[in-house]
């Protein structure tokens, strides 16, 4: 049974555009890194900031970048996998994997820092972000890219709390003056955050008013509503995954943005949401 509101689903390589696939080993770097600091940034969302000797030659290329974090199982020892995410037989079966958004990566102190929404306790990457506390470690492998920079008119992005700090992190990189437009689907005002960004940006929050995440259409709704700037645009979304269909239904089909400027992501699940394509 499909929980409530699953965690960030276990994605793979093959979400890497061809070309950085070609260009960049996976998992590029693997290790087990230390929590340095852990820092609320709204009632729902924490910020983990990792670091360590493992993160030693860590890079980051695009925005948004995801990295994998690993649990071992119960009563065993942590593997990290090989490249091409392989592991000895069985073990990554047992293992927990989730993926996250790297928020922002400080190649001179060394620090990751990787935003969790904290949305209940099912789950064990949940319980852990609920307990997690300076000097507990965690295993990563990554990070992969699932949003490449590149010339456009305009840019909209939209995202729900999962989805939330990879949106942060692409709107900051958008080149100065760029117009873009934000839908960031949240529980209140109380999860509103403020971005660092050059950009033009158009930000607005759509408040549930104390519905389950995953269980309306706001976000839907609003991308229908917009009126999108002229010109060639690209697209960005990471929320609940039938919302993220129905979004990247809309903007091809009604739109007509080509695949291409599209790069819309389920990054959760909620207990109604059959199978998508």
Known sequence: MRRAM???????AEDDPPAERARRPFPAHTGV??????TT???????????????????????????????????????????GWRFPPGVADAQHARNYTVRRWNAAAGE????????????????WANRVRVGDTVGFAGPRVHWVSGPADWTLLVADE???????????ELPAGHPAI??????????????????????RWLDREGA???TTSLLFDAVAALELPRGAGRAWGGAEAMAMRDVRRHLQGERGLPAG?????????????PEWD
């Open 6 to 12: 699953a965690e960030a689903h276990a994605d793979t």
């Open 33 to 38: 890194a230390d929590v340095v600091r852990v």
């Open 41 to 83: 940034v709204t009632p729902h969302m924490a910020r983990l900031t990792l670091g360590g000797p493992a993160l030693d030659g860590f890079a980051v290329d695009e925005p948004g970048e995801i990295v994998t974090l690993l649990w071992p199982a119960e009563g065993q020892e942590l593997v990290l996998p090989r490249g």
């Open 112 to 127: 990751l820092d990787i935003d969790f929404f904290l949305h209940g306790d099912e789950g064990r990457a949940a319980r």
């Open 162 to 172: 999962t989805g939330l700090p990879a949106l942060a992190a692409i709107a900051e």
């Open 182 to 203: 934000a839908l960031v689907e949240i529980d209140g005002a109380a999860e509103r955050q403020i971005f660092d960004t050059a950009a033009r940006l158009d930000l």
């Open 212 to 214: 389950a995440p995953g």
């Open 261 to 273: 400027a599209l790069s819309v992501l389920g990054y959760c699940k909620h207990r109604t949401t």
